[in-house]
């Protein structure tokens, strides 16, 4: 399938092809379409942080049970970070 010059693949470019002839359905979509990215926007911004952290206590609770466990059986702490 090719692409013209009217053609628009971007998704927020893609909602301004919807036909409307009244003026009352642009409105509300156009307010829909930024409120979404808004939104969306709003939503990364804060689990992005969220999502990080729990994934750094995790690594740090896995490398402590890992030195106790070497402590356990007597083997010798790993120095490089590996397993």
Known sequence: MESGP?????????AGQIR?????LRRP??????????????LTLCTTPVIYL??????????RVRAR???ALGLRPATHGGA
């Open 29 to 42: 979509l156009g307010i829909t379409v930024v409120g979404g990215l808004l939104l969306s926007q709003l």
């Open 6 to 14: 009217g053609r628009v693949h971007a998704g927020t470019h893609g």
């Open 69 to 71: 466990t070497r402590a």
């Open 20 to 24: 409307c002839d009244e003026v009352e």
């Open 54 to 63: 729990s994934m750094e206590r995790f690594r740090m609770a896995v490398g």
